[in-house]
């Protein structure tokens, strides 16, 4: 701030800040006023219109109202006469439409004129426009008058019947304008005036709360500038905007201020440290004299601050550390910091260990002043380390134990992996033979009695297996050998074939099982199919064992986000639920709630656990909410990844059914609410009739004018209750012809193909598949006009393969040393219509194909693994180096072994082995391995 601040600077300013603050006002006003008139000359404009076409209106109806009882023509001219002499017409006239003559005119000597031979062109313009314009208000300014026209009927009184005439009618606006314009002058005279007020009132404002305080804060600053003193805080008059600034520039006072205490205080500490501090701390110049030695040193030095401040280092401390110090005090003194140890010996008795630094004093010119020097005693820190050195020495001993006992205790992991490779190998063995004969007889025909038996016993074997299983998997995990696989498969169908055998467990016990797969976009996704499907089954069947009635429900969705990608299910059911202390404990591995559930349900304890692990690894994990009595939330979340994300939330819908009208006959069921919206993913117009009743007749007045062309029947559970629905289908005349879908429950398959037939050309399941509705739509899109019938898609599985391969039967042969198991799989194997040749070792083998007949070559082999003589790691080598012929070297061999731990398939992969197969013996796995063979056979014979 300038020493002098003169007064001729305080006048411009509080102008300059009057006028910017008064601006906006003037500003606004002026808006307002400009505004405000523009309106009222365009309201005036439209009142003056307004009027005109009342008083035409008057006219019009005093003309209809006087020339009913009379229409002669005099007595037409005598009411326009009458009618025009109100003060605002200057002109009217009443012209005949069809041949465009004045019949009647205010002005006499017009009367029986052609209206083009009177009126201008501008007028006959307007004359015309009004025909086409029937009873709408119409017309110009012309100068100070309104012309307008209009078109209505009266009587001819030549032929006495209604004819068009035009009444056109010069309206004078000045009167009128005269009142209007004076009302708005007025009102405008009032908004200005009251914007001068406004704007002198906020001047007024400005001088008292703005300008006023604004001039005694300038004041203060003026009389404080040129003053050495710290300037002294400013006075506020009010609690506004000022008060702020004023309290900031007291603010910036109030600093200063602090400042200086801060420095004043940071001098003190510094003082009081070098008093306190353990260390010994000292300044000497570049004589080597002693400027600065704190409190520390003095005492260690037994001495005080005037025996030592100027005299020579060396004559201050002990000579043998002076003798160590001196090289380094010349480097530092040279410019050069640096840090070293010394160890001397102090008073002859006690050796010592002190850690020294030494920093050269250098100014803002380079110039050095002095050397600060810190040392630091570590003789208690040395005789420290010298201790952890001995503990050191004791711990590699200890340590050698450790490593003795870990030896021991791997050892012991390897010998309990061996016997659980063992035991499964041994368990599994008998179980294929257990399972595969138990699969045999329920190929035979039985009695209910027998049937109902050998279902026990499949169901006890399965269950011994899952436990087996668990086991094998739990030990997996604890080893830490579980692998996860990361491959590209469809979600979708993987989707399907988990969820048909759950929704027959479920729908066995009268639940209902519900699936809403339709967030799962896209289908396409890369993880580890096997394990997320073994997630899901052990998630769903504990929901299923636990639930008695209501129903189980499964959500599925895909979130993408900052391109990470998270695969999330929710199983949700109504069973029996369990208290939240007891949330933790079910994942622990052999335990379930509480042990009466495990008494009453059953189970191992694992399933939860591996389902927790497995998805731990596939970088998620498994959370849960339950409400004892009520039921059980499970969410999952899994990392997976997008093999093309760009491409894939890009592809086009699997199937358009271009605005298809499809009718969804509903037993009102959430399964139902999931098809429609799946329909109308796939452009389809649905309709969704709810069925009430089976016995009474459905409402179809709304599907009249909708006429769908697709019929889906939703199809509640139960043989009796499917055929009550279908005969309701067939009874209604405008939907028994249509092509229809059935919508039934998985565990109906059995029941539904006797359905199949007529207009009935195929199934679907609840829970809904998305790629089985899709197949079903392209068959009806395929064939409209005749559909004819098709089996249920997911229905039971079909045994007989003999068609899949046409003349081109495939040989086939079985390497397997035990009997049961050839049984068992030569049992499959016939069953599907099939032939194969057994041998009961590699060494046969062997020797079966050498001298088989090359026209007639084995198409596919079946390989045990673990047989006597030679087993079947050893034989594929050999089969594979052409031992057993050079048609041979590349023939699909499959592991059909009861090795089911981790890296038994890769060890078969590795032998030559082309695909693998643990026992027991599935079914679907061989006939998975037929199939493959048939590729093998096709790619070959081309």
Same mark, same amino acid.
């Given at each position: @701030?300038?020493?002098?601040?003169?007064d001729?600077?305080?006048?411009?300013?509080?102008?300059?800040i009057?006028?910017?603050?008064?601006?906006?006002?003037?500003?606004?006003?002026?808006?307002?006023c400009?505004?405000?008139?523009?309106?009222?000359?365009h309201?005036?404009?439209?009142?003056?219109?307004?009027?005109?076409?009342v008083?035409l209106?008057?006219?019009?109806?005093?003309?209809?109202?006087?020339?009913?009882?009379?229409?002669?023509l005099?007595?037409?001219?005598?009411?326009?006469?009458?009618?025009?002499t109100?003060?605002?017409?200057?002109?009217?006239?009443?012209?005949?439409?069809?041949?465009?003559?004045?019949?009647?005119?205010?002005?006499a000597?017009?009367?029986?004129?052609?209206?083009s031979?009177?009126?201008?062109?501008?007028?006959?313009?307007?004359?015309?426009?009004?025909?086409?314009?029937?009873?709408?208000?119409?017309?110009?300014f012309? /100068?100070?008058?309104?012309?307008?026209?209009?078109?209505?009927?009266?009587?001819?009184?030549?032929?006495?019947?209604l004819?068009?005439?035009?009444?056109?009618?010069?309206?004078?606006?000045?009167?009128?304008?005269?009142?209007?314009k004076?009302?708005r002058?007025?009102?405008?005279?009032?908004?200005?005036?009251g914007?001068?007020?406004?704007?002198?009132?906020?001047?007024w404002?400005?001088?008292?709360?703005?300008?006023?305080?604004?001039?005694?804060m300038?004041?203060?600053?003026?009389?404080?500038?040129?003053?050495?003193?710290?300037?002294?805080?400013?006075?506020?008059?009010?609690?506004?905007? &000022?008060?702020?600034l004023?309290?900031?520039?007291?603010?910036?006072?109030?600093k200063?201020?602090?400042?200086?205490q801060?420095l004043?205080k940071?001098?003190?500490?510094?003082?009081?440290?070098?008093?306190?501090?353990?260390?010994h701390?000292?300044?000497?110049?570049?004589?080597?004299?002693?400027?600065? @030695?704190?409190?520390?040193?003095?005492?260690?030095?037994?001495?005080?601050?005037?025996?030592?401040?100027?005299?020579?280092?060396?004559?201050?401390?002990?000579?043998?550390?002076?003798?160590?110090?001196?090289?380094?005090?010349?480097?530092?003194?040279?410019?050069?910091?640096?840090?070293?140890?010394?160890?001397?010996?102090?008073?002859?008795?006690?050796? *010592?260990?002190?850690?020294?630094?030494?920093?050269?004093?250098?100014?803002?010119?380079?110039?050095?002043?002095?050397?600060f020097?810190?040392?630091?005693d570590?003789?208690?820190?040395?005789?420290?380390e010298?201790?952890?050195?001995?503990?050191?020495?004791?711990?590699?001993?200890?340590?050698?134990?450790?490593?003795?006992?870990?030896?021991?205790a791997?050892?012991?992991?390897?010998?309990?992996s061996?016997?659980?490779?063992?035991?499964? =190998?041994?368990?599994?063995?008998?179980?294929?033979g257990v *399972?595969? +004969?138990l699969t045999l007889?329920?190929?035979?025909t039985?009695?209910k009695n027998?049937?109902? =038996?050998?279902?026990?016993?499949?169901?006890?074997a399965?269950?011994?297996l899952?436990?087996?299983?668990?086991?094998?998997d739990?030990?997996?995990?604890?080893?830490?050998?579980? =692998?996860?696989?990361?491959?590209?498969?469809?979600?979708?169908?993987a989707?399907?074939?988990?969820?048909?055998?759950?929704a027959?467990?479920?729908? /066995?016990?009268?639940?209902?099982?519900?699936?809403?797969?339709?967030?799962?976009k896209?289908?396409e996704?890369?993880?580890?199919?096997?394990?997320i499907?073994?997630?899901?089954?052990?998630?769903?069947?504990?929901?299923i064992?636990?639930?008695?009635q209501g129903?189980?429900?499964?959500? /599925?969705?895909?979130?993408?986000e900052? #391109?990470?990608?998270?695969?999330?299910?929710?199983?949700?059911?109504?069973?029996?639920?369990?208290?939240?202390?007891?949330f933790?404990?079910?994942?622990?591995? &052999?335990?379930?709630?509480?042990?009466?559930?495990?008494?009453?349900?059953?189970?191992?304890?694992?399933?939860?656990?591996?389902?927790?692990?497995?998805?731990?690894?596939?970088?998620?994990?498994?959370?849960?909410?339950?409400?004892?009595?009520?039921?059980?939330?499970?969410?999952?979340?899994?990392?997976?990844?997008?093999?093309?994300?760009?491409?894939?939330?890009? %592809?086009?819908?699997?199937?358009?059914?271009?605005t298809l009208?499809?009718?969804?006959?509903?037993?009102?069921s959430?399964?139902?609410?999931?098809?429609?919206?799946?329909?109308k993913? &796939?452009?389809?117009s649905?309709?969704?009739?709810?069925?009430?009743?089976?016995?009474?007749?459905?409402?179809?007045?709304?599907?009249?004018?909708?006429?769908?062309?697709?019929v889906?029947?939703?199809?509640?559970?139960?043989?009796?209750?499917?055929?009550?629905?279908?005969?309701?289908?067939?009874?209604?005349?405008?939907?028994?012809?249509?092509?229809?879908?059935?919508?039934?429950?998985?565990?109906?398959?059995?029941?539904?193909?006797?359905?199949?037939?007529?207009?009935?050309?195929?199934?679907?399941?609840?829970?809904i598949?998305?790629?089985k509705l899709?197949?079903?739509?392209?068959i009806? #899109?395929?064939?409209?006009?005749?559909?004819?019938?098709?089996?249920?898609?997911?229905?039971?599985?079909?045994?007989?393969?003999k068609?899949?391969?046409?003349? %081109?039967?495939?040989?086939?042969? *079985?390497?397997?040393?035990?009997?049961? #198991?050839?049984?068992?799989?030569?049992?499959?194997?016939?069953?599907?219509?099939?032939?194969?040749?057994?041998?009961?070792?590699?060494?046969?083998?062997?020797?079966?194909?050498? #001298?088989? =007949?090359?026209a007639?070559?084995?198409?596919?082999?079946?390989?045990?693994?673990?047989?006597?003589?030679?087993?079947?790691?050893q034989?594929?080598?050999?089969?594979?180096?052409?031992?057993?012929?050079?048609?041979?070297?590349t023939?699909?061999?499959?592991?059909?072994?009861a090795?089911?731990?981790?890296?038994?398939?890769?060890?078969?992969?590795?032998?030559? +082995?082309?695909?693998?197969?643990?026992?027991?013996?599935?079914?679907?796995?061989?006939?998975?391995?037929?199939l493959?063979?048939?590729?093998?056979?096709?790619?070959?014979?081309?």
């Amino acid at each position: @701030m300038d020493k002098d601040f003169p007064d001729k600077n305080k006048r411009p300013i509080t102008i300059g800040i009057a006028f910017k603050l008064s601006l906006s006002t003037f500003l606004i006003g002026l808006l307002i006023c400009s505004s405000l008139a523009a309106y009222f000359f365009h309201e005036t404009q439209n009142k003056i219109k307004i009027q005109a076409h009342v008083e035409l209106s008057q006219i019009t109806n005093n003309l209809k109202l006087a020339l009913e009882t009379n229409s002669h023509l005099s007595n037409m001219i005598r009411i326009v006469g009458v009618l025009a002499t109100q003060e605002n017409i200057a002109r009217l006239s009443v012209i005949k439409s069809s041949s465009m003559r004045i019949s009647a005119d205010s002005l006499a000597q017009y009367n029986g004129k052609l209206a083009s031979e009177v009126f201008p062109d501008q007028i006959m313009s307007l004359l015309l426009s009004s025909q086409h314009i029937n009873l709408q208000q119409s017309g110009q300014f012309i /100068g100070s008058y309104l012309q307008q026209a209009i078109q209505f009927p009266l009587i001819d009184p030549q032929v006495n019947r209604l004819r068009p005439y035009i009444i056109y009618l010069k309206y004078d606006k000045t009167v009128l304008e005269a009142t209007i314009k004076k009302s708005r002058d007025t009102y405008l005279l009032i908004v200005i005036s009251g914007f001068i007020l406004l704007l002198l009132i906020n001047l007024w404002i400005q001088k008292i709360v703005i300008l006023t305080p604004l001039s005694k804060m300038a004041n203060q600053l003026k009389n404080q500038s040129g003053n050495e003193a710290i300037p002294q805080p400013l006075i506020t008059f009010a609690q506004d905007e &000022f008060c702020i600034l004023a309290n900031s520039y007291n603010q910036s006072i109030h600093k200063q201020l602090l400042q200086k205490q801060e420095l004043e205080k940071s001098h003190r500490h510094i003082n009081n440290m070098t008093k306190i501090l353990p260390i010994h701390l000292a300044y000497i110049d570049t004589e080597q004299k002693i400027q600065f @030695m704190n409190h520390h040193s003095l005492n260690w030095l037994n001495c005080d601050i005037i025996a030592v401040l100027g005299h020579d280092l060396q004559n201050i401390i002990p000579i043998n550390l002076f003798n160590i110090m001196q090289p380094y005090i010349d480097q530092a003194l040279n410019g050069e910091p640096l840090t070293f140890d010394a160890e001397f010996t102090h008073n002859n008795q006690a050796v *010592l260990f002190f850690h020294i630094t030494q920093v050269p004093d250098i100014d803002v010119d380079n110039k050095i002043n002095g050397c600060f020097i810190c040392i630091e005693d570590q003789t208690q820190t040395r005789n420290n380390e010298k201790k952890i050195n001995k503990y050191a020495q004791d711990l590699e001993m200890n340590n050698w134990a450790l490593d003795d006992a870990r030896e021991k205790a791997e050892a012991t992991a390897k010998a309990k992996s061996e016997f659980l490779a063992c035991m499964s =190998h041994e368990i599994r063995t008998p179980m294929n033979g257990v *399972l595969g +004969m138990l699969t045999l007889i329920s190929r035979t025909t039985l009695e209910k009695n027998q049937r109902h =038996h050998l279902e026990m016993a499949q169901g006890s074997a399965k269950s011994l297996l899952k436990i087996i299983n668990d086991i094998l998997d739990f030990s997996k995990i604890e080893s830490g050998k579980l =692998h996860i696989e990361s491959i590209e498969f469809n979600l979708q169908q993987a989707l399907d074939e988990l969820i048909q055998p759950l929704a027959i467990r479920a729908q /066995g016990k009268n639940l209902e099982f519900i699936l809403d797969a339709t967030r799962i976009k896209p289908a396409e996704v890369i993880g580890d199919p096997g394990r997320i499907t073994q997630v899901l089954t052990n998630l769903i069947g504990n929901a299923i064992k636990f639930t008695q009635q209501g129903c189980i429900t499964v959500i /599925g969705k895909i979130i993408s986000e900052h #391109n990470q990608h998270r695969l999330i299910f929710s199983i949700q059911d109504t069973g029996i639920g369990m208290k939240k202390e007891k949330f933790e404990n079910i994942f622990q591995p &052999f335990s379930q709630a509480d042990s009466s559930t495990t008494r009453h349900y059953g189970g191992t304890g694992l399933g939860l656990s591996i389902a927790r692990n497995l998805s731990q690894l596939m970088g998620g994990g498994i959370s849960v909410t339950s409400t004892e009595d009520e039921g059980s939330h499970f969410n999952v979340d899994i990392n997976i990844q997008l093999p093309n994300l760009t491409s894939a939330l890009q %592809a086009p819908s699997l199937i358009d059914l271009d605005t298809l009208p499809i009718l969804i006959l509903s037993n009102n069921s959430f399964a139902d609410n999931i098809l429609e919206s799946m329909l109308k993913a &796939f452009n389809a117009s649905v309709t969704k009739l709810v069925m009430v009743n089976d016995t009474d007749p459905l409402d179809l007045s709304d599907l009249i004018n909708q006429q769908p062309k697709l019929v889906i029947l939703s199809l509640p559970i139960g043989e009796s209750f499917i055929k009550a629905k279908v005969d309701q289908l067939n009874n209604q005349p405008l939907l028994s012809q249509l092509p229809t879908l059935l919508h039934y429950h998985s565990i109906d398959a059995t029941t539904i193909n006797q359905y199949l037939k007529n207009q009935i050309y195929g199934a679907i399941t609840k829970p809904i598949s998305q790629i089985k509705l899709i197949e079903q739509l392209k068959i009806y #899109n395929q064939d409209q006009s005749s559909p004819s019938n098709h089996h249920v898609s997911d229905g039971p599985n079909d045994w007989l393969l003999k068609d899949h391969f046409g003349d %081109a039967q495939p040989k086939l042969l *079985l390497v397997e040393d035990n009997m049961v #198991n050839q049984l068992v799989a030569k049992g499959i194997i016939n069953e599907f219509g099939l032939e194969i040749d057994i041998a009961d070792d590699g060494l046969q083998a062997l020797d079966i194909l050498s #001298n088989s =007949h090359s026209a007639a070559p084995y198409h596919l082999i079946f390989m045990d693994c673990q047989m006597p003589k030679l087993d079947g790691y050893q034989t594929t080598e050999k089969i594979r180096t052409g031992e057993a012929g050079e048609i041979y070297k590349t023939v699909p061999i499959v592991a059909m072994t009861a090795n089911a731990m981790v890296g038994d398939k890769e060890k078969c992969i590795a032998a030559g +082995m082309d695909d693998y197969i643990s026992k027991p013996l599935d079914p679907e796995c061989i006939k998975k391995a037929l199939l493959t063979s048939l590729v093998h056979m096709i790619k070959s014979d081309k």
